[in-house]
């Protein structure tokens, strides 16, 4: 069982190997995230940060040691409570052909337009939504229109945000998106995410300064931690 996340993420030894290929993604990994704590997750391509975020998700679970949430190991967490607590942004944005309403309100029940609308507006997409002729309305995928990359990660992103979550985790989603736009999405974070805890798998130095902390993976391993100003 799981009652309302603090926030607290605690990775003691961890270690990961993908079984179909035998790569060893994850090596002995350790690090805490305070609740609240904006951590930017930085590294090379193919460094093991997308890993690291789906393990977080429980995507997979560890070969060796443990990742605990508030301090209890994630294999005895709820899965269903945690997942509805956390607001995850895939690096692969997946949108529906359905509206752009349903893309953001995607797998809640209730949602006002406010809701949506509020949502719509901290991922920076409200405006672009707006210039549709139908809105909120407007027909994504097939039998509608085709977003931008930027626009795509904006809407993905809102859908993260409408679950007003405990812990957010963006896998390096604000690639296509520029870098005004970004500050404007980070400024927002700040606000709606106060006290709440954030990790971003980020390139752009001027996400990563803004961080409590920075987590720098290479080859699976994390050679460094600390602040913009430690490091
Ligand atoms: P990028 O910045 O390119 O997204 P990353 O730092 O997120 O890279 P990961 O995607 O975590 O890195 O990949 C770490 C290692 O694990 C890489 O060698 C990759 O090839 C391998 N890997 C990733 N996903 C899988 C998978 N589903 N099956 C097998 N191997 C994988």
Redesign the pocket.
């Known amino acids: 069982s799981l009652g309302e996340l603090s926030g607290n993420i605690n990775f003691d030894k961890v270690s990961f190997t993908?079984q179909?290929?035998g790569?060893e993604?994850l090596k002995d990994i350790s690090f805490d995230i305070g609740a609240g704590q904006f951590v930017a997750i930085i590294?090379?391509?193919?460094?093991?940060?997308?890993?690291?975020a789906n393990l977080i998700m429980r995507m997979y679970d560890a070969d060796r040691g443990q990742i605990s949430i508030d301090g209890e190991p994630l294999p005895g967490i709820n899965l269903n409570s945690f997942r509805n607590q956390v607001g995850f942004v895939p690096?692969e944005v997946f949108l529906f052909s359905d509206n752009i309403r349903n893309n953001i309100a995607f797998g809640l029940d209730k949602v006002t337009d406010a809701e949506i609308e509020t949502a719509a507006r901290n991922a920076a997409v409200y405006h672009n939504i707006m210039d549709f002729e139908l809105k909120f309305d407007t027909m994504l995928g097939e039998r509608g229109i085709t977003l931008s990359g930027g626009q795509k990660q904006r809407v993905s992103i809102a859908r993260a945000l409408i679950k007003e979550p405990k812990i957010l985790i963006f896998d390096?989603c604000l690639s296509a998106v520029d870098t005004r736009t970004e500050e404007e999405i980070l400024n927002n974070l700040g606000n709606v995410m106060k006290g709440k805890t954030s990790i971003l798998?980020a390139h752009r130095i001027s996400t990563i300064r803004k961080a409590d902390k920075i987590i720098v993976?290479e080859d699976?391993k994390i050679t460094e931690q600390g602040t913009h100003d430690e490091l």
């Open positions: 993908y179909d290929t790569i993604a590294g090379r391509t193919g460094s093991g940060k997308s890993t690291l690096q390096d798998i993976l699976g």
